[in-house]
């Protein structure tokens, strides 16, 4: 028994396995991962860090990895103080990064009501601070929302890079070239078409934008708990069609993905309950292959993680 129990332990250390492992012995959620410089960063929010009662880490977390398999963890690499307008408790939530022209660009929801963006010339920092304010703000900017949270970025394939956010009324707005300041008004995205025979299927939160074969496809959670749920346009800024579920409610009140395009192949994000005392805030990160149906209908993810 000890034995499996110290091999369990070495297997964990040593890296998961892709298919629904966790990545990461630590608690971690709410997935950004890109290929930069020919390795994978994997940015997270922090659930090892917080009070265990909701999430209030006030720090991010960095994984990284040669192949999606074995995960180093690059700590604790930026906290909410490298923002000296936030309040020194403010909770650091879903994160997201971009490059653009030599220089690595962090997107942080900063408290609830804010998103900051910081600057760094590798994906690992050191990232200060790219403007001294926030890059939106809901108490200064038309049309932020309730709850501006969860930033991510698309930068098309013109150059124009768009960044989403938003809980219960999903937002979309374009980035300047500099990719620290707003080009055009904060616009809400309308999704068409979703079944009526289920009032829980609407938006929630968790806005992420991928594009294939000229296809734009937003996904995002239906809510608390949420189904990850998909819709499709051939405009980035919409109104996209709803189109189906990507992938089915947890056990826990949250679910957030990220999709990774890399090498020809397709990769699906999540966070969930899969360690030792995982739960609503204690949450971990495991990784799935997506794929799309000739028709380009994005395939069910169905993991076989343990735990499920
Ligand atoms: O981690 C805090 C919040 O939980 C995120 O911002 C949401 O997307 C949900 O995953």
């Known amino acids: ?56 880490s006030t720090t991010w ?4 990895s040669k192949d999606l398999k074995t995960w180093k963890d690059g700590g604790a690499f930026l906290g909410v103080s490298v ?17 653009r022209d030599g220089k690595y660009y962090f997107y942080a929801p900063v408290g609830g ?8 010339d590798r994906p690992e920092g050191p990232f200060v601070d790219a403007i001294g304010a ?12 309730a709850e501006p949270i969860d930033p991510q970025v698309l930068i098309d394939d013109d ?46 939160e968790a806005p992420f934008l991928h594009k294939r074969k000229g296809l734009y496809y937003f996904s995002f959670s239906t809510g608390w708990p949420g189904q990850i749920v998909y819709a499709t346009s051939k405009t ?15 056990k826990i009140s949250t679910n957030h993905q990220a999709i990774l395009q890399d090498k020809g192949r397709t990769w ?10 995982g739960g609503d805030h204690r949450r971990s990160i495991a990784i799935e292959p997506l794929t799309h149906g000739p028709d380009g209908t994005i395939i069910e993810v169905k993991p076989k993680a343990a735990g499920r």
């Open 268 to 277: 699906f994000f999540y966070h969930d309950k899969l360690l030792p005392g």
């Open 159 to 204: 150059g124009q890079a768009y960044m989403l956010f938003g809980t219960r009324v999903p937002k979309i707005v374009k980035l300047g070239k500099d990719m620290k300041s707003l080009a055009g008004p904060i616009q809400d995205i309308a999704v068409t078409g979703f079944p009526t025979d289920d009032p829980k299927k609407k938006y929630g």
């Open 61 to 64: 977390r960095l994984y990284t």
């Open 134 to 145: 926030p890059l939106v703000d809901k108490a200064r900017d038309a049309n932020a929302g």
């Open 83 to 99: 923002f000296k307008w936030a309040k020194p408790d403010a909770k650091a939530w879903a994160p997201e990064a971009a490059y």
């Open 236 to 250: 980035p800024l919409g109104p996209y069609a709803y189109r189906g579920v990507i992938f089915d409610y947890l």
């Open 113 to 120: 009501d804010k998103i900051g963006v910081a600057v760094a």
């Open 1 to 56: 028994m000890k034995r499996l129990a110290l091999c369990l332990a070495a297997a964990l250390l040593a890296g998961p396995a892709l298919a629904g492992e966790p990545i990461s012995p630590r608690f971690n959620a709410d997935p950004s991962p890109h290929a930069f410089k020919g390795g994978y960063y994997l940015y997270a929010t922090d659930d090892a860090s917080n009070s265990g009662k909701y999430w209030d």
